[in-house]
């Protein structure tokens, strides 16, 4: 296992640790990985070589494209777009779609499918989790920064029990699995409350009682189930 990320994870554990509105830790190591693919795409690597020949044939998703376009580098965007077009366009004819099961209706289902900047993450993603994985067996410090954690959202408490399923002992994996449930559990029940709190409020008889920690319960409520990624950059 390549330890390359035990400290942007130690860094991003120790900022949601100390202040728990910056949500799952797991969450903002993810958009760290999608930043550095964004930035890199649009910047260095844009006129490698091997990096062109896989956005031509992968293309991107509808979210990184927007998150790409919102960037403002319309100049490295166009150049990307315009070598994925000029090959595509050699790939794809009008009469083949007439015909079920051709290769230009199979090359759209593949663009459809496949993301370079998804791919990229999914691998560097899974090094992240290997090496938190990684950190809560062999450090005693990481283990109190895991259980310190205001909570971690429902996909990626998944993704770290996968991760640690096939990495750890079995009786160790006890252990991590307890520790992360003794997180996310606390935080799940806390949350209900909040929402059915914040459904009270709508009706009349509820109306003069305080909101407490309801105003905000659907946005958190959307960030843990789902995760709190893809955040759009603010220009």
Same mark, same amino acid.
């Given at each position: 296992?390549?330890q390359?990320?035990?400290?942007?994870?130690?860094?991003?554990?120790?900022?949601?640790?100390?202040d728990?509105?910056?949500g799952?830790a797991?969450?903002s190591?993810?958009?760290?990985l999608?930043?550095?693919e964004?930035?890199l795409?649009?910047?260095?690597?844009?006129?490698?070589?091997d990096?062109?020949?896989?956005?031509?044939?992968?293309?991107?998703?509808?979210?990184?494209?927007?998150?790409?376009?919102?960037?403002?580098?319309?100049?490295?965007?166009? %150049?990307?777009?315009?070598?994925?077009?000029?090959? %595509?366009?050699?790939?794809?004819s009008?009469?083949?779609?007439?015909?079920p099961?051709?290769?230009?209706?199979?090359?759209?289902?593949?663009?459809?499918?496949n993301?370079?900047?998804?791919?990229?993450?999914?691998?560097?993603?899974?090094?992240v %989790?290997?090496?938190?994985v990684? %950190?809560?067996?062999?450090?005693?410090?990481?283990?109190?920064?895991?259980?310190?954690?205001?909570?971690?959202?429902?996909?990626?408490?998944?993704?770290?029990?996968?991760?640690?399923?096939t990495?750890?002992?079995?009786?160790?994996?006890?252990?991590?699995s307890?520790?992360a449930?003794?997180?996310v559990?606390?935080?799940?029940?806390?949350?209900?409350g909040?929402?059915?709190?914040?459904?009270k409020?709508?009706?009349?008889?509820f109306?003069?009682?305080?909101?407490?920690?309801?105003k905000?319960?659907?946005?958190?409520a959307?960030?843990?189930?789902?995760?709190d990624?893809?955040?759009?950059?603010?220009?």
């Amino acid at each position: 296992m390549q330890q390359i990320y035990t400290i942007p994870i130690n860094e991003h554990f120790d900022r949601s640790r100390e202040d728990h509105s910056c949500g799952c830790a797991v969450c903002s190591l993810f958009r760290m990985l999608e930043e550095n693919e964004l930035d890199l795409i649009l910047g260095a690597s844009m006129m490698e070589p091997d990096v062109r020949i896989k956005t031509n044939e992968q293309g991107f998703c509808a979210t990184h494209y927007e998150m790409m376009f919102n960037r403002k580098n319309r100049l490295g965007m166009a %150049l990307t777009l315009e070598s994925h077009l000029d090959e %595509l366009r050699g790939e794809v004819s009008d009469m083949p779609l007439l015909v079920p099961g051709s290769r230009a209706r199979h090359r759209i289902a593949e663009l459809e499918e496949n993301c370079y900047v998804c791919g990229r993450i999914t691998g560097n993603f899974a090094h992240v %989790l290997d090496n938190l994985v990684y %950190l809560w067996q062999t450090d005693e410090a990481f283990r109190e920064k895991f259980a310190a954690q205001p909570y971690f959202c429902l996909p990626h408490w998944r993704a770290m029990l996968d991760m640690a399923k096939t990495k750890l002992p079995k009786k160790t994996y006890n252990d991590f699995s307890h520790a992360a449930s003794e997180v996310v559990l606390p935080y799940f029940d806390d949350l209900r409350g909040d929402v059915s709190w914040f459904c009270k409020k709508f009706d009349y008889r509820f109306d003069s009682e305080p909101w407490g920690n309801s105003k905000d319960a659907v946005e958190r409520a959307m960030k843990f189930l789902r995760g709190d990624i893809h955040r759009k950059t603010k220009n």
